[in-house]
């Protein structure tokens, strides 16, 4: 079974930021794309980055480019999304996926593992 450990969740202002993490075995990490998704009740679950094997692909939604960055140390199996000048908005369950395939042009949902979700709150 795949485990993907997330953390760094949590509450901050607006024009805050954070740091997530997301973590797995070796064999549950190495080869495999990463994204990142959110969720609000109500909404959709959307994708909010994502990032190939070698770091070579990523991508952003208009409502979070310039503000947020993924990342990936393979090394230590660890996916990573930093959020920078956070907005109420912002506000969600983010979420850590595997096994997919991220394009420049968005992430496709295909034999996708799903982390527990951490809870990001931005306060105004």
């Known amino acids: 079974q795949v485990h993907l450990m997330e953390s760094g969740g949590g509450l901050v202002q607006e024009g805050g930021g954070l740091s997530l993490s997301c973590q797995a075995s070796?064999?549950?990490?190495?080869?495999?794309?990463m994204a990142w998704f959110r969720q609000t009740p109500g909404k959709e679950r959307e994708v909010v980055s994502c990032i190939n094997w070698i770091s070579t692909i990523t991508y952003y939604p208009d409502s979070v480019k310039g503000r947020f960055t993924i990342s990936r140390d393979n090394e230590r199996q660890t996916a990573y999304l930093q959020m920078n000048n956070l907005k109420p908005e912002d506000t969600a369950i983010y979420t850590c996926a595997r096994g997919g395939i991220c394009g420049s042009r968005g992430y496709e949902i295909k034999g996708t593992v799903w982390g527990q979700g951490l809870q990001v709150t931005v306060s105004s």
């Open positions: 070796q064999a549950d990490f190495d080869g495999y794309h």
